[in-house]
């Protein structure tokens, strides 16, 4: 087993009443999916975020993967999206046969720039996926503006953007489809876990019928077919009632959850403000009309041999802090679909980013530890300001 850090960079917790809801679960005599738990926690989506249907997930990965069969796409069709984002992103539509066709970031957000969008678009392109980075969203109005006119979906990968906003609507609510976590390393977990937010009604018949293993067992139950059937390609998408019983209880905790996520950021915001004002490292913004759910923080250093240093500094004092994505069209399985391709803004932040470590019980004194490091790090170590 891996040494245990004094300051893990992220901690699963219980938030409520998580292991009573298990419990209940069990006695309720049903754990398999679409029981109690699995549709409270669709219905206080649906209705907290304003999404016609939530179909919970074993992952957001699932999500995503139900989301490019609904995108209706075969081989030679293109998805826009970043480079910057989980392998998830773009596997769903590989899968499916599509080419993912990667685009620059903007140095603010980190998110797909919203400019270089139009450019991207063939004659082939069928969808835009966007990805919310750290919460945070992506330029939404724009993005739909330039989809509507090409007629393309719109897929949001919002698994970091659970009960996040963007000019008061949720993100998942945006797009025609959005797909969340609730992986344990997520603002609201169950260990494994995510959704399939369904924006356009249309998509939901299909939806369900993809999610129950291609049959129409939800329209059976529903009394509006007398058998149910094999009718079209889909897999086994419904998680078990324990990991619904399990997120239920932190749903319900939603906001204090994010109050102290939100007490963390600001703080290390606050304390690391002198740093960035000597240009010795660069902070994230929340750009006007975005509520954050503060998924992370992150900082970016003068170049990646300082990022790497402040890394190794950090886990000589067991404090786990970590890099964040190695850009798809660089890794072995993504460069396939973009020889050659060079997106400067991508492959520049990504080298010098650190998130630093974010959990609901990071206490202010284990918070205060990381601060004094980085301070102590960049004030001795970093001599080239940004
Ligand atoms: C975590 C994450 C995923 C994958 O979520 P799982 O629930 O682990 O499948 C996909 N995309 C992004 C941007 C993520 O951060």
Known sequence: MATVDKIPFNKPFIAGRELFYIAQAVTFGNLSGDGHFTKKCAHLMQERFGIPKVLLTPSCTAALEMAAQLCDLGPGDEVIMPSYTFVSTASAFVRMGASPVF??????????????????ITERTRAICVVHYAGVACEMDRIMAIARGHGLRVVEDAAQGVNS????RALGSIGDLGCYSFHETKNYICGEGGALCINDPQLIQRAEIIRDKGTNRQRFFRGEVDKYTWVDVGSSYVPSEICSAFLYGQLEEMDRISDRRQEIYLRYLQELLPLQQQGLLQLPEIPEGCT?????????????????????????????????YVPLHNSPCGSQFAPGLHLPQTEQLSSRLIRLPMYYELSAADQQLVIDAVRNFCLSRVSVPI
């Open 292 to 324: 954050s759910n503060y998924h992370l923080c992150f900082v970016l250093l003068p170049t990646q041999t300082l990022r790497d240093e402040l890394l190794e500094y950090l886990r000589s004092l067991s404090i786990r802090a970590v890099f964040h």
């Open 103 to 120: 685009v620059d970031i903007r140095p603010d957000t980190l998110n797909i720039d919203e400019a270089l969008i139009e450019d991207a």
């Open 165 to 168: 906003w963007y000019n008061g």
